[in-house]
């Protein structure tokens, strides 16, 4: 999978915090427009075959108090659909939060997804390895945002594997990349 960056963007991350029900929670915050409709987008996000293109298989009951799971990436808690503006999951119990905001774009024919992921684990596991919790979202949703622009444009590749992502050579850029702004971000919040 090549990218161009001509037409990729990136998000540039923010670190927040925020009370959840779990308490105080710091939350990473993904911004990212694509040329297309809110509604393609928010359909792009909630339908569950266009989901395992770009993401990761979900299941499960998948309505407001429903609970799902998705592959590799355990189980949630529908809070909030209001469809097409914002969808708010709970996840890990509680200890996690996302939320999904969908809003007009800044030209003709594009929308801006806000995702933000409010956590209130202070690490993650990968590998028997223990990461900032924070600097791991990196790593998952880069890539992951980067295929849903694909997706959107019709040109994600017919054998992208939405679980083994990580695995595909091209597309270890792209994770270095989302690394190297994660501890960006992680080292200017620690000296501020």
Not at 60 to 70: A, P, S, T
Not at 133 to 157: E, K, N, V
Request: proline fraction near 6%.
């Amino acid at each position: 999978m090549t990218t161009d960056t001509t037409i990729y963007h990136e998000p540039d991350p923010e670190l927040r915090r925020r009370m959840i029900p779990a308490g105080m929670a710091r939350v990473a915050v993904f911004t990212r427009t694509y040329e297309t409709t809110v509604e393609d987008l928010w359909y792009a996000c909630t339908n569950p075959e266009r989901l395992r293109r770009w993401y990761v298989p979900v299941t499960g009951d998948l309505r407001v108090g429903g609970r799902f799971e998705q592959v590799n990436m355990g189980s949630g808690t529908i809070l909030v659909c209001d469809a097409p503006r914002l969808l708010k999951l709970s996840l890990g119990g509680g200890a996690d939060e996302i939320e999904l905001r969908l809003l007009s774009g800044p030209g003709d024919g594009t929308t801006t997804l806000e995702l933000h992921h409010a956590t209130t684990l202070d690490t993650h596991e990968i590998g028997g390895q223990a990461y900032d919790a924070i600097f791991c979202m990196g790593g998952g949703y880069y890539p992951r945002l980067l295929a849903l622009d694909l997706h959107l444009r019709g040109t994600l590749p017919d054998d992208h594997d939405s679980i083994a992502f990580h695995l595909d050579p091209s597309i270890r850029p792209t994770i270095e990349r989302s690394s190297a702004a994660m501890a960006a971000l992680l080292e200017a919040d620690a000296g501020a």
